[in-house]
């Protein structure tokens, strides 16, 4: 058979297919049905000492026991030439290592092959592999035949290159379709708390990653807020303390997150990296393993980062008018009570005092005068009350500075509020509020459950911190780091309450020593962002 024909028919067979694997064995057997030769095979090579034997026709018995086991393990002459660049053409009459490895090591009939031609695929200065052939007793390819194998070689590489840039092709328009995906799927998200867990989670199982964690940055620190793993999704808030600076490598470098992720199975030296990224600052990062299988574009993780970050912005947007729109509730219905309910209230006890001095001169008005009294206890209590869901709801003397308004706050619940003030600096508007919040039911817990009247208000101004502390000598409770779980929902509530400001919350407590409550906040000077958990 001419060679024009051998190479028609190799082109032919070349051309009925975009799978690989599958392109490759047809061209084996047909290379060896035109060309009279009995056995052959071929192996795909990437950087050493990667190979991956993916077609064969007639392998001998020696090669072909166990699954191929001799072909699929250990490296050999032919791939170490190409690996280090001496094989660049046919070559005639290579002794193969792994058929001398078959008859030293008696593992079965190598049918009379001891030789081999090996061929470089080669296509536009890219080497994809190796195609070898054989016969039984054959020990030299005549240059002819070494000729035609070489223009051979030259189709299959070229074959192999346009499949792969098919797959490549293929495999960015799936990765921008799930892109999409993501991006309809994260774009709804106005939760800020939920935000986090739900992003690793959709892009995770859609890109089919190892495992992806989402990162935060919170002031001077990087917290993790959850984590993708063997297809499951978990909510996390672990902090990591990070140096001023504008550097995300740096940072993360600086951070031991070794052990941490390594709960994970993830490695910081191997994993991707994806800046979360507001204009010049950077505001978190998502980190993650994918297989080689399912390698995510470059373009595709930057644009999965400029959506995660904006939809993070957004929900911090929609979070902070939330808060203001509450906080105009608050004050409205603060008022509202104040001057409706809480006036007819108070003129209900007037009536109720009034009606006694004149039931007082009736017969028989003992009845009458118990259930009067009754009327204007109750009536008193409940302005009371009232007084205690105004101060809530609209804390009147926080315009004075929050040590103020929780020392009166805390007068109106009967406690003798000691307070001391160290350093002096404005405080932002929603990190004061934050903390009278907190403030408010660090008061309320002495006053229900401490067995205590007296508490102590600190806070402490600095530079760039502002620290409130609220501490008793009560009866105390016990608690540990790490069983936030088994909080009340008070300290439950007051400890999100600070971590969506950006702040820390620290108990301390035990039994029959008191406790303190203590929130700090960070004071950034350079405008940076605040984020919910």
């Known amino acids: 058979m001419s060679s024009v024909h051998t190479l028609k028919v190799i082109a032919e067979t070349l051309n009925q297919s975009n799978d690989l694997r599958g392109m ?5 057997e047909k290379l060896l049905e035109v060309t009279g030769l009995s056995t052959g095979w071929i192996f795909l090579t990437d950087e050493e000492p990667i190979y991956a034997f993916v077609a064969d026709v007639n392998l001998p018995p020696a090669l072909s026991w166990g699954d191929k086991k001799p072909m699929c393990q250990g490296s050999c002459w032919c791939l170490d030439k190409i690996w280090d660049g001496r094989l660049q053409k046919a070559v ?25 031609a090996t061929v470089p695929l080669i296509a536009g200065g890219e080497k994809f592999g190796l195609l070898n052939v054989a ?5 030299e390819f005549t240059e002819d035949e070494l000729d035609l194998l070489q223009s051979v070689s030259f189709q299959i590489g070229t074959a192999i290159k ?51 964690a989402f990162f935060i940055k919170e002031e001077h620190a990087l917290a993790l807020r959850s984590i993708y793993r063997q297809g499951e999704s978990k909510k996390l808030h672990k902090r990591f303390q990070i140096l001023k600076g504008d550097d995300l490598q740096k940072s993360l470098n600086q951070l031991d997150l070794k052990e941490e992720l390594s709960l994970y199975e993830m490695n910081l030296e191997n994993a991707f990296v994806v800046p979360l990224l507001i204009g010049e600052e950077w505001i978190g990062c998502l980190v993650g393993h994918q297989t080689n299988d399912h390698a995510l574009e470059q373009d595709v993780l930057k644009a999965l980062g400029d959506h995660v970050s904006l939809v993070l912005e957004k929900a911090r947007l929609f979070e902070r008018s939330r808060e203001l729109a509450l906080i105009e509730e608050r004050n409205r219905l603060a008022r509202d009570l104040h001057d409706s309910v809480n006036q007819k209230l108070f003129s209900l006890s007037l009536t109720a005092r009034g009606l006694k001095e004149y039931v007082k001169k009736l017969p028989n ?24 869901m105004i101060w809530q709801l609209k804390p009147a003397g926080l315009e004075e500075g929050v040590v103020v308004s929780l020392k009166k706050y805390g007068e109106s619940l009967g406690l003798t509020v000691q307070e001391r003030l160290e350093g002096v600096g404005n405080i932002p508007r929603l990190v004061e509020e934050t903390m009278w919040r907190v403030g408010q039911e660090a008061l309320n817990n002495v006053h229900k459950h401490a067995r205590t009247d007296e508490v102590r208000i600190i806070l402490k101004r600095k530079k760039n911190e502002h620290i409130l502390r609220i501490e008793d000598d009560g009866c105390g409770f016990r608690t540990s780091t790490g069983s936030q779980h088994t909080w009340s929902f008070g300290l439950a509530s007051m400890m999100e309450r600070t971590e969506i400001m950006g702040g820390e919350m620290n108990v301390i407590s035990q039994p029959d020593q008191g406790t303190t409550i203590e929130v700090k906040f960070t004071n950034n000077k350079e405008g940076g962002r605040h984020y919910g958990d």
């Open 135 to 139: 016969e039984p007793g054959k020990n």
């Open 24 to 28: 490759l064995q047809s061209v084996m």
């Open 92 to 116: 005639n009459i290579i002794n193969c290592k792994r058929i001398e490895d078959a008859i030293d090591y008696e593992w079965g009939d190598t049918k009379g092959i001891t030789h081999h």
């Open 162 to 212: 346009r499949t792969k840039l098919f797959e490549a092709q293929q495999n960015r328009a799936e990765q921008y379709t799930k892109l999409d995906e993501v991006s309809r799927t994260i774009w709804k998200m106005n939760d800020i708390h939920h935000l986090p867990q739900n992003t690793v989670d959709v892009i995770g199982r859609l890109f089919q990653l190892k495992a992806l």
């Open 365 to 388: 008005q003992e009845t009458i005068l118990e259930s009067l009294n009754e009327m204007q206890s109750l009536s008193q209590e409940v302005v009371g009350e009232m007084r205690t």
